[in-house]
């Protein structure tokens, strides 16, 4: 079994920052690309950054230039570092990973259970 446990939400000022992070734990042969997505109340889900087992990244329009993902191999754990925080950011943030349990196995999505990001004064 796999999980993805985040954590580092929590309540912002405009303007602020807040470093959100997931770690991998479990089965894993090796993590492939991992992620955040978002989601704001009547909203759809929407990609906010990804980062290849290269270290590749790619990120969402509205968040480029103040949010940086990054990745530690070893720990199998992303982060995502936020700053210059705005209201519009507040969603509940997931953690999403490619992550291939066996050298035989196929490659299987998984996601966290989410983080609360707020963004208000």
């Known amino acids: 079994q796999v999980q993805l446990v985040e954590s580092g939400g929590g309540l912002v000022q405009p303007g602020g920052s807040l470093r959100l992070s997931c770690a991998a734990s479990?089965?894993?042969?090796?993590?492939?690309?991992m992620g955040w997505y978002r989601q704001a109340p009547g909203k759809q889900r929407e990609l906010v950054a990804t980062?290849?087992?290269?270290?590749?990244?790619n990120y969402a329009d509205s968040v480029k230039g103040r949010f940086t993902i990054t990745r530690d191999f070893a720990k199998n754990t992303v982060y995502l570092q936020m700053n210059s925080l705005k209201p519009e950011d507040t969603a509940a943030y997931y953690c999403?990973?490619?992550?291939?349990?066996?050298?035989?196995?196929?490659?299987?999505?998984?996601w966290g259970q989410g983080t609360q990001v707020t963004v208000s004064s």
């Open positions: 999403t990973a490619y992550i291939l349990r066996g050298p035989l196995e196929y490659v299987q999505n998984y």
């Open positions: 980062i290849t087992s290269g270290g590749h990244t």
């Open positions: 479990g089965s894993i042969f090796r993590a492939n690309d």
